[in-house]
């Protein structure tokens, strides 16, 4: 099982920036998919963005223009560039790893990293 850690979370104004970072414990080529989620208190999470293994990337409507995913595959990481932040970002930003197997996909997630975006 992979270990995924999540750092970068933290609090900031509106407008501001923030930098989040997953790193695997192994290569990140193993995986089919990597990707960042948010989840509000009471919700489901729901997809941030993503990044394929071909390099890849799809965002949510909502962060479109403004969230960057990107990896560095020689330190086995997956950021996540957040600028023009707005409180409703305010969430926990999970990173998630998907791997394709003969038993269908496996996801693996980090603890989560709290992101808090004041008005």
């Known amino acids: 099982q992979v270990q995924l850690v999540e750092s970068g979370g933290g609090l900031v104004q509106a407008g501001g920036s923030l930098r989040l970072s997953c790193a695997a414990s192994?290569?990140?080529?193993?995986?089919?998919?990597m990707g960042w989620y948010r989840q509000y208190p009471g919700k489901q999470r729901e997809s941030v963005a993503g990044?394929?293994?071909?390099?890849?990337?799809n965002y949510a409507d909502s962060v479109k223009g403004r969230f960057t995913i990107s990896r560095d595959i020689a330190k086995n990481t997956v950021s996540l560039q957040m600028i023009s932040l707005k409180p409703e970002d305010t969430a926990v930003y999970y990173c998630a790893a998907d791997r394709f197997s003969a038993k269908g996909l496996e996801r693996s997630w980090g603890q989560g990293t709290p992101v808090t975006v004041s008005s």
């Open positions: 990044i394929t293994r071909s390099g890849i990337t």
């Open positions: 192994e290569t990140i080529f193993n995986f089919n998919a």
